[in-house]
């Protein structure tokens, strides 16, 4: 008996000792989140919220990461049920929001903000229309429309303030704006601008200037998207202006940069170089003022960095350039490190996933003995899932079958393109070829006709015949030139490679156009080494005579032309310079593209079908190389060709 008394009375001396240290950790200890819970039950008075409000957002800055969510939940809750809830939830709500944010926890956050929702503890109609606005700016953000609408319609519904005063208006304005903005993200222009002009309306009404220049900004802004610009810009200016007066500095940037978009539209370049200098300028003012603001105005400093740094690489000022881009890549990546959007989403995902868990759990409680209707339940899912999986295997199917149509139908475009510019350059070959034939036939045809009738005595012959040889020579030379360009076009033409040497394949090359150089007192000089190339010595000598007849042709009286080579890693490249009349940039790209098939007078009236560099470039790369053109307007034409080093062994030597 005697020791059931000590022991009782021992019990009841714990018990106190409990009760004073539970009061002494109370009232001494300032970062207990249970001492901020029971002072925001004794708040009497604004004066008292306020300094308890200062104090508990000083105790929630220490918290750690680990602490930070569980005491902001307990005194968001005590919040919500406060009889100043109005003023106390949505100011340490938006506190909590911002300390997560400086602490990488917008995720954590993002989640325990949605699940509020569905808190059975924050039941509180104030608390959750204030909840109804931030996932109503939550799920605009990240472009989730469904959600974004829902909520804001909801928040709308609420007949009665939920913030405090002159903070509403502004709330239900920004609101309705989102409404607006969303018509707008979806092209559906006509619904969003009767939005914008109630708002418009509403802001008007309540004299509240800063809203009535966003909504014109935002009703120019739609203008401009909808390609009506002289709306636009009466809208955009009156923003401005408006903006500007109410220091609303971001809503001007915005609208000066619409301003800019449609004068470059209009192809008006002074006035889009002065509004985008507008932009800068004020925000330059903002950000060298106050650096802390720049987070604030990432948008506008991407926008506004990127257009001048657009502006400047068009100047060619290119180090100015590279500075903006510089910096609209940097404020892009803040931009992106505190969106964290893709993150987020998968929360909302995983929130919707986590409400159907809690339903199916209530459920499950409901019914108690009926878990056969439960395993029904899961079976229909299960169905749902495979006929998923079978939609999903049949889809990807189709869609690779269709990519291989797309694929296949890109290769027919492209060989019905090939066919057809074949075609065209044929038409032209045969334009040319009937006018380049016809002309030295019917000049031959008519001097023996006139002999032949009397018209001119046969003695006359003498005197035309270096006339009459001259067009059988372009005859014959035209001909030859078509032959051989059909045969390349057939496939006929294959490269036979042997061991040639260069030097002497150019020298017979001059040997042979001694005579027509002449004519011109044209010097050919041959500068090349003595040097062994494997290539067929027929497409060497057709690709030598075609260079040297061209250099011929088009150089001037007196003039002279040089044969040179460079001996280069794995190929030499052979040179024909002359000090003729050059060629125009279009021609080179028509030579080089293979289109070169318009025939052109030389520097005395030589004749030519426009064939040879066509057939030239193609025997080059038979032989593994490629045509190089360099020219000048009347000082001449350096062409050249290359040769792959393909060495042999010694035994074919």
Request: hydrophobic fraction near 40%.
């Amino acid at each position: 008996m005697k020791f059931y008394c000590q022991k009782k009375m021992s019990k009841t001396i714990l018990i106190a000792l409990l009760i004073l240290l539970n009061h002494f950790q109370l009232f001494s200890q300032s970062d207990s989140v249970l001492y901020w819970q029971n002072e925001i039950k004794n708040c009497k008075s604004e004066t008292a919220l306020i300094a308890t409000t200062e104090k508990i957002k000083a105790f929630l800055l220490k918290r750690d990461k680990q602490l930070l969510i569980n005491d902001a939940s307990i005194l968001l809750k005590e919040a919500s049920k406060s009889g100043y809830a109005k003023q106390l939830f949505y100011e340490l709500f938006s506190f909590f929001e911002n300390i997560t944010k400086n602490q990488k926890l917008e995720t954590e956050f993002a989640l325990f903000a949605i699940k509020l929702e569905s808190n059975k503890d924050f039941t509180n109609r104030i608390v959750q229309h204030q909840l109804y606005y931030y996932y109503t700016l939550l799920y605009y953000r990240l472009k989730e429309y469904y959600y974004a609408d829902k909520y804001c319609n909801l928040f709308l519904k609420n007949k009665e303030p939920s913030f405090i005063d002159g903070f509403q208006g502004n709330i239900e304005l920004n609101a309705m704006t989102i409404l607006a903005l969303i018509d707008i993200d979806k092209n559906d222009f006509n619904t969003a601008l009767y939005k914008l002009k109630i708002v418009l309306d509403s802001s008007i009404a309540k004299i509240n200037n800063p809203w009535i220049g966003i909504t014109k900004g935002n009703i120019g802004d739609l203008f401009y998207r909808a390609g009506k610009y002289n709306e636009a810009i009466n809208y955009l200016k009156e923003d401005i202006k408006i903006s500007l007066a109410s220091y609303e500095y971001g809503s001007a940037i915005n609208s000066y940069i619409d301003l800019k978009e449609i004068y470059t539209n209009k192809k008006n370049i002074d006035s889009s170089n002065l509004y985008l200098d507008s932009a800068y300028s004020i925000l330059k003012g903002i950000i060298d003022s106050n650096p802390s603001l720049e987070n604030e105005f990432l948008s506008e400093i991407i926008d506004v960095y990127n257009s001048l740094g657009n502006r400047y690489y068009k100047n060619k000022d290119y180090t100015n350039a590279s500075k903006f881009f510089a910096k609209a890549f940097e404020a892009q990546s803040i931009k992106g490190n505190k969106e964290k959007s893709s993150q987020i989403k998968k929360i909302v995902q995983r929130i919707e996933i986590d409400k159907n868990l809690n339903k199916i759990n209530e459920l499950h409680e409901e019914i108690g003995d009926k878990k056969r209707e439960l395993v029904y339940f899961f079976a229909i899912l299960l169905s749902i899932i495979g006929i998923l999986f079978v939609y999903i295997f049949f889809y990807t199917k189709l869609k690779i079958a269709n990519k291989k149509l797309i694929e296949k139908n890109e290769i027919i475009n492209r060989q019905n393109l090939e066919l057809e510019k074949s075609n065209n350059d044929k038409d032209r070959l045969f334009s040319i070829i009937s006018h380049d034939l016809r002309g030295p036939a019917r000049n031959i045809q008519l001097v023996f006709k006139a002999v032949a009738e009397k018209k001119l005595p046969l003695t006359t012959l003498d005197s035309q015949l270096p006339n009459i040889l001259k067009n059988i020579n372009n005859l014959v030379n035209t001909l030859e030139s078509l032959l051989t360009w059909s045969a390349s076009q057939l496939k006929g033409i294959k490269a036979n490679k042997t061991l040639v040497e260069l030097k002497e394949a150019i020298d017979s090359n001059i040997l042979f156009f001694e005579d027509q150089a002449s004519k011109k007192n044209i010097t050919l000089i041959n500068h090349c080494p003595v040097k062994m190339v494997n290539i067929d010595k027929n497409h060497l000598e057709i690709i030598l005579r075609n260079f040297t007849s061209n250099a011929i042709k088009f150089s001037n009286e007196d003039a002279t032309i040089q044969f040179k080579i460079i001996d280069q890693q794995g190929f030499v490249e052979v040179f024909v310079i002359d000090e003729g009349i050059g060629l125009l940039e279009s021609q080179m790209k028509q030579i080089l593209n293979k289109s070169a098939m318009k025939s052109t007078s030389g520097t005395i009236g030589e004749k030519g079908i426009g064939l040879g560099l066509l057939l030239t470039k193609e025997f080059i790369e038979i032989n593994g190389g490629s045509l190089h053109l360099k020219s000048e307007l009347n000082k001449g034409t350096s062409m050249s060709f290359t040769i792959p080093k393909q060495i042999l062994d010694d035994r074919n030597f």
